[in-house]
């Protein structure tokens, strides 16, 4: 008790040092708990985003690794049948077993004509292939026809998330049941209107490599997007009626030559995906570990998802802030240590002739350093305490404030990039004021891949909510316990070292 009775007192006594000392230690203590208090919401928003967001995955062809261990590949036509490999359905569901899935469903889609008496809708999304006539390369060899409309099979419902999300929503009749095999489908609003088409029609469509192989659907429903055409041309059915018609057109197929002279099969030529959905990015993570005990040839196939790119994108502004800040908190602890140590370097010099009295009094040095570090600690705690308070009230703003300057940094690079590009370069994002339209979603939808509501491109967190919890707290008393021991460290070693008779008969 004398102890901190005495420290008391010599803090008023060295009342201009110790204010100075208070101030620095405010300074540090404000600026750490920002820090701190951003980098803990930092965490905790990317934590909170990744266990509710639902990642759908796609298992593909491992093109880079067979591109990069093929690189001088002869034989071209070897190559494209190592890249075209896809795994089968059945294939895929076996995989779908594995405990980290939630989900799993996929979808098959074809080209195919409008018959002559049928109006196809002009686009206005230039993201969007045009169809009709113009001609790719398919996974069954040669060159084939691309008709002017769409079909897109889905097994379950769960895998049409434009449906689900909002995007695409059915103005009249239903949708077709699932598993169903009568050609029911749903088409666009613009379809219908251009072709006065209504509920219980029939369409016929046919292959654009054999016109006289006509199919006909039958309308269930008609669907409407309200802000965007890019899916005007495109009919939605169920996967078991689509099948049907692509195993029917390969029985019946014929070897044609092309206009290009070389020889080609008619039959529709088609394209399955199957989508895998978790939870969050952790089963999604295990999965792509799983599926190689499950036998996946990894030298081939890989698992990806749009869906965690998109998500590690969206965090790339929070987690350079997070990183900056931490650093700043770093080089603060740093210089405000160097800066104490120096303030109690003058400080004991001042003491000495107080310390040289106690010691020749009989007070032990070891409690004359004790007391010399309470000093300290009592005006450091003091000044971290009041530090917290303000820190906790400034870091929401100063938070938002330091985000939105990296989501401006981020901005700047990309439209630079546009720039040197001469255009719109791989899309900017709709947050950072570019003018990627809603269409951005053809290239997928095209080939009936489901898009995500849960992730947004590279919308980018633009608010973090910061909280200064008792973590942030008790890291705070850890910091001014360092300090302490840092700045207090010199001291010490001071008094230990002083005669206190050589000190009192010096004095002058």
Known sequence: MYIFKNSLKSIIRNKTRN??????????AISACI?????????????????????????????QKIMGEQPNLEDKSQMKDMLSQRLSIDELKNYATSEYVDNFYYTCSVSLNSSSDMEVYETTNSNVPEFGG????????GMQNQGDISIVGYNSHDGMTTFIDGENVISDGSVFDEGSTDNSCVISYELATLNDFSVGDTITLSNPNKETETYKFIISGIFKNETSDVYANQIYTSYESLKNIIDSSSENAEEIEND????????????TNGFFVFSNIDNYENFCKDVETMGLDTDTYTVSSSDVNAFEQSLLPLNNLSKFTMIFFVVILIIGALILIVFNIFSIREKKYEIGVLTAIGM?????????????????????LAGTAIGALASKPVGNYLLDEQIQSIQTDMQNQNKNFGGNFQGTPPSMGGDMPDDNKAPNSENGAPENPGVAGNNYITDIDTTTDISVLLSLMGMSLILTLLSGSVGIISILKYDPLKILSNRT
């Open 364 to 384: 032990k040095k070891s409690k004359v350093a004790t007391q010399f570090l309470l000093e300290i600690f009592i005006v450091t705690m003091c000044a971290i």
């Open 260 to 271: 290009m002279g070389m020889t080609m099969s008619t039959a529709l030529m088609d394209t």
């Open 19 to 28: 204010i100075l000392i208070f101030v620095l230690v405010l300074l540090i």
């Open 134 to 141: 113009k001609e790719m390369g398919g996974p069954r060899g």
């Open 35 to 63: 820090a701190l208090s951003i980098k803990n919401s930092a965490d905790l928003a990317r934590e909170t985003m990744s266990n509710s967001l639902s990642i759908t995955a796609q298992i593909n062809t491992n093109r």
